[in-house]
């Protein structure tokens, strides 16, 4: 079991910037990825960033690719999402996302758990 933890959202100005942190709690050394998504008013919740272990960068939406940079701590369980240039299209509630591997028998059980999201508001 994993809990997820989001925290650093808010109100900014288009133009301004927010970072977001995302801390995992539980058996966070089953967690083979973080991820941050979002749900924009009305849409459905869409990847933003995705950050695998090892050498593997991180991977962007085409939205946030050039603005938003995703970084993750393996042994802290953490990940962060600092967003810049934000545009009233940013507005959205965002989640972190953990998924997990752990051994299951003679094969592999795979979860994804999620936090409660935090709101991110950006006005014209």
């Known amino acids: 079991q994993v809990q997820l933890v989001e925290s650093g959202g808010g109100v900014v100005l288009s133009g301004g910037s927010l970072r977001l942190s995302c801390q995992a709690s539980g058996s966070i050394f089953s967690i083979s990825a973080m991820s941050w998504y979002r749900q924009r008013p009305g849409g459905q919740r869409e990847l933003v960033a995705l950050v695998r272990g090892g050498d593997s960068g991180p991977q962007y939406a085409d939205s946030a690719k050039g603005r938003f940079t995703a970084s993750r701590d393996h042994r802290k369980g953490t990940t962060t999402l600092e967003m810049n240039a934000l545009n009233p299209d940013d507005t959205a509630v965002y989640f972190c996302?953990?998924?997990?591997?752990?051994?299951?028998?003679?094969?592999?059980?795979?979860?994804?758990?999620w936090g409660q999201g935090t709101q991110v508001t950006v006005s014209s």
């Open positions: 996302n953990a998924h997990t591997i752990v051994p299951y028998g003679a094969t592999w059980r795979e979860n994804d758990y």
